[in-house]
């Protein structure tokens, strides 16, 4: 899958000339409009297959999450992990945003420029949760944390607050191991009741929101992030801080929450 096809490659030749043809106002041939549906039906189920390797990445990212969750339930007294949501996009949204972006139309070259296509998003009651589960994953030996985007420390303009890691898991297969990227979203359970209004509110409205909306999600994330702020406060009653270091260094100098409890430390 990962072998650099030719550039005179049949499939992307003639998705090249269906693209060429829409820009350019004219229709093809009915021969033309053959051989470039035969093309578009080669690169449709390439993309069967490249969908069916990232949904493979996300069962094995997810299985490391539940496994987290369900020791931290078990075998103490705190899980810091509240919601689990998975995300891959189909088929067809994949083969548009690649049409969108005006790449090489190859598994390679876009697996190379959409870093999206599969997504694990992990909803934490309280920030220090949202590192401590980011490193707890990037500490994992089979895991390789290939980008990192902290916007909790500097959120977007928007009022946008969320931890970006982008990982990268191994996928055995019968005749080889796919590394497959996995972004992970980790954020607070105020982060992410804003953003998803602010997706819906966006989604609704084309992204061209009316100033009193705009100034109400801008005065709406400001509230979140004071929740935080006090929620966080109220978490030291719950697990103190640790010192800082340790964990995967992803984020150092920041204060984590102490190790977890042994059995006999456990609630109940």
């Given at each position: 899958m990962d072998a650099a096809p030719?550039?005179?490659?049949?499939?992307e030749r003639r998705v090249?000339?269906?693209?060429?043809a829409r820009a350019e106002g004219?229709?093809?041939?009915?021969?033309?409009?053959?051989?470039?549906?035969?093309?578009?039906?080669?690169?449709?189920?390439?993309?069967?297959a490249l969908r069916m390797h990232y949904q493979f990445g996300i069962d094995e990212v997810l299985t490391k999450v539940e496994i987290l969750r369900k020791e931290f339930e078990q075998m103490h007294d705190y899980s810091p992990i509240e919601h689990v949501r998975t995300r891959l996009k189909?088929?067809?949204?994949?083969?548009?945003?690649?049409?969108?972006?005006?790449?090489e139309m190859t598994v390679r070259a876009i697996r190379e420029r959409i870093h999206d296509i599969a997504g694990i998003r992990i909803t934490t009651s309280f920030v220090a949760d949202a590192y401590w589960i980011a490193d707890i994953l990037a500490a994992q030996g089979d895991l390789e944390v290939l980008t990192v985007k902290d916007y909790i420390a500097s959120p977007k303009p928007n009022g946008y607050r969320s931890l970006h890691?982008?990982?990268?898991?191994?996928?055995?297969?019968?005749?080889?191991?796919?590394?497959?990227?996995?972004?992970?979203?980790?954020?607070?359970?105020?982060m992410d009741f804003w953003a998803?209004?602010?997706h819906?509110?966006?989604?609704?409205?084309e992204k061209n929101l009316p100033p009193a909306l705009r100034a109400e999600?801008?005065?709406?994330?400001?509230?979140?992030?004071?929740?935080?702020?006090?929620?966080?406060?109220?978490r030291s009653e719950i697990r103190p801080q640790a010192a800082p270091g340790g964990g995967s260094g992803l984020f150092p100098g920041r204060p984590g929450p102490a190790a977890p409890p042994t059995n006999g430390d456990a609630a109940g």
């Open positions: 030719s550039p005179q490659d049949p499939a090249r000339e269906l693209v060429t004219r229709m093809p041939t009915p021969a033309e409009q053959e051989e470039i549906t035969a093309g578009l039906r080669q690169v449709y189920e390439e993309f069967i189909s088929v067809e949204s994949l083969m548009e945003k690649a049409l969108r972006t005006e790449g890691l982008i990982v990268q898991v191994p996928v055995y297969l019968s005749t080889h191991v796919e590394q497959v990227p996995v972004e992970l979203q980790i954020r607070t359970i105020a998803s209004t602010e819906k509110l966006s989604y609704k409205y999600l801008d005065d709406a994330a400001r509230v979140a992030h004071e929740l935080d702020q006090r929620m966080e406060r109220l």
